[in-house]
């Protein structure tokens, strides 16, 4: 550790980790002389210690060390801060080293033993990264809670610790699906929701999970937090949840492992029309299995995917869910109703009872049940509550 009076209070901070007490010793004399503020550790466990308390302009730390790994520590170190750029050494590079140190997000690879001031140049042009990757963190952080852009993540050790935080806030809602004719439920839709800001919705937070492969991990938690809170589910009563098409071939719909199998005869599957046609066909692959099983499926936002009635071919679902952008401003637009129309005749045909979702105002309900769509969710009837609220009509 080194004297902090022998630098300038406003120095940028580096901590330096490295098993090689000479190089501890030369590489913290260069950067203090360089005007920098340095700390030093002899093991990653040792920088971890310090990171949980100290806020870092840069971390260069040596890639082989005995108790963690250069790549390990950067995993770890993504815990207690998400932009301090890092910077590995090593002196016995391999390629699989150099891919790891890039996807976990190092800044840099650096080949010991390292040039003076290429490393000087290395460490201030990082530190200056640092505190941009910082700024701009914060501004879209602020934007994402509104809901204005999804959240970038620049390196898979950064979203895999907020990916993880995330899956352990997840809790679940409930939004009542229900008759109004008959003034009677149908069932519940479960809804996702987590603590975690970076994600305004469930769709980013599915695209950012889905961008290391971590989609099944996200549906299997999802799933197993429905089953955790059903227990009041009232009697006849459908729970509809949402499903990849690819859940069914990962273990996640059938099989000892699934954990929405013991309930299945209570459970509608949603499917979105929007999935890729080679999702839905694999999908259909299983769904001989899966209404075996008793579980029923249902073609989710109707009429704004690519799939057109080979969904309904494929598949044929027990409910079909019109999606809200159909019938926004149903009761003023006489062409929104035409579609709307069509759309109702068509699942007549076919048997399969029709849910408007999305029902926002009475002129959309009035308007849907002239049509002769009986079945409505929305925020009209019952917002998605922790329990299974009571609509109201």
């Known amino acids: 550790m080194t004297n902090p009076s022998a630098v300038s209070p406003n120095a940028r901070r580096v ?18 002389r360089n005007g920098f503020s340095v700390d030093t550790a002899s093991s990653a466990p040792e920088g971890l210690e310090l990171l949980k308390t100290r806020r870092y302009h840069v971390v260069l730390s040596d890639i082989i060390m005995p108790e963690l790994s250069g790549v390990e ?8 801060d998400m932009d301090v750029p890092v910077i590995l050494m090593t002196a016995g590079p391999t390629l699989d080293s150099a891919l790891d140190a890039i996807a976990y997000g190092a800044q840099q690879y650096l080949l010991k ?22 700024l701009k963190r914060s501004a879209l952080a602020s934007a994402a809670k509104t809901g204005i852009e999804p959240m970038p993540f620049g390196d898979r050790a950064t979203l895999e610790v907020i990916l993880k935080r995330a899956f352990d806030s997840i809790t679940v809602v409930f939004q009542p699906i229900v008759s109004v004719k008959n003034r009677t439920v149908l069932g519940y839709e479960a809804f996702m929701r987590c603590d975690e800001g970076l994600f305004a919705n469930y769709a980013q ?8 492969g971590w989609r099944t991990t996200l549906a299997r938690t999802l799933f197993h937090r429905i089953g955790e809170s059903i227990g009041d589910l009232p009697e006849q009563a459908l729970l509809f949840v949402n499903m990849h098409p690819l ?14 199998e013991p309930i299945a005869g209570s459970v509608v599957l949603d499917v979105s029309e929007r999935c890729p046609s080679d999702h839905l066909w694999a999908l259909a692959r299983e769904a001989e299995l899966i209404r075996g099983a008793g579980y029923r499926i249902a073609i989710d936002d109707l009429g704004t995917g690519p799939s057109g009635l080979a969904a309904f071919t494929r598949l044929s679902p027990a409910f079909a869910k019109l999606d809200r952008s159909l019938f926004i401003g149903l009761d003023r637009d006489p062409a929104c109703a035409q579609v709307v129309r069509a759309m109702t005749a068509l699942c007549k045909e076919l048997n399969t009872p029709l849910i408007a979702e999305g029902v926002e105002t009475v ?31």
Do not use: H, T
Not at 15 to 32: Q, S, T
Not at 205 to 212: C, K
Not at 249 to 258: N, S, V, Y
């Open 247 to 260: 859940d069914a071939q990962e273990g996640l719909i059938l099989g000892p492992e699934a954990p929405l």
């Open 113 to 134: 033993p390292v040039e003076p001031d290429a490393l000087v140049q290395s460490v201030g042009r990082a530190a200056a990264l640092g505190e941009l990757a910082r």
């Open 363 to 393: 002129g959309e309900r009035d308007a849907l049940a002239a049509i002769g769509i009986d079945l409505m969710q929305g925020n009209i009837f019952s917002k998605p509550a922790k329990g299974f609220n009571a609509p109201s009509f």
């Open 15 to 32: 901590l330096v980790i490295d098993d090689e007490l000479a190089v501890l010793r030369v590489v913290g004399l260069l950067l203090e």
């Open 205 to 212: 937070l599915l695209a950012a999970s889905e961008r290391i």
């Open 73 to 80: 520590f950067l995993r770890e170190m993504r815990r207690y």
